[in-house]
């Protein structure tokens, strides 16, 4: 494990938040509520089928010990999701299209966190991103003061040479393929914000073109 990984486990050790996870046939993701959940990393929650859930589960010998099973199908879940909808889309979605998409464990994931019951959700391990950045822009939104979404990941290199271990921030990588002017100055300026948040340390930023 990197300093920089090892640091943030700490850090969310001391206040785990409320994650929802909404793709339960994935093995994957099963694979990491449970661990999530056994490392005390975040109180988590796997959204879908029931069965399905405990299915996958059962099928990576994973006891899920400490992680919430709802079901999609509740009718809670289900009214939440529909109300969240009507609110922000109106007539824009027919009666079919909001049904659908109220019984949707996605966009019922994103209505738990526009609804306060959760802090964050995850997903796009089998859905796309197409559909995982619908979602959370139509039921959460964009933080206060920006006016478009974009993406990054951060890559850690290990220490070698005699120079310690590094991290580094790239953006935009795969939402917004040809930014304008103030398309780049927002991307750049939540690079460097995030990069604060993650590694404790003083962004500095560097635009590259391809």
Known sequence: MTAILDRLRQRVRLAPRRLVLCEVDDPRVVRAADRLARERLADVTLLG???????TARSADLPLTGVALADSAEASEIERTSRALQEVRGDRLGSAALDSLARDPLFQAAARVRAGLADCFVAGA???SADVLRSALWLIGLSHGF????SF???VFPARGGAGERAMVFADCGVVPDPDAPQLAEI???????????TGEVPHTAFLSF
């Open 188 to 198: 750049g300026i939540l690079a460097a914000d995030h990069f604060a948040r993650l």
């Open 147 to 150: 006016t478009r979404v974009s």
């Open 153 to 155: 990941f951060l890559m």
């Open 126 to 128: 089998s859905r796309t």
């Open 49 to 55: 089928s029931r069965e399905a859930a405990r299915r």
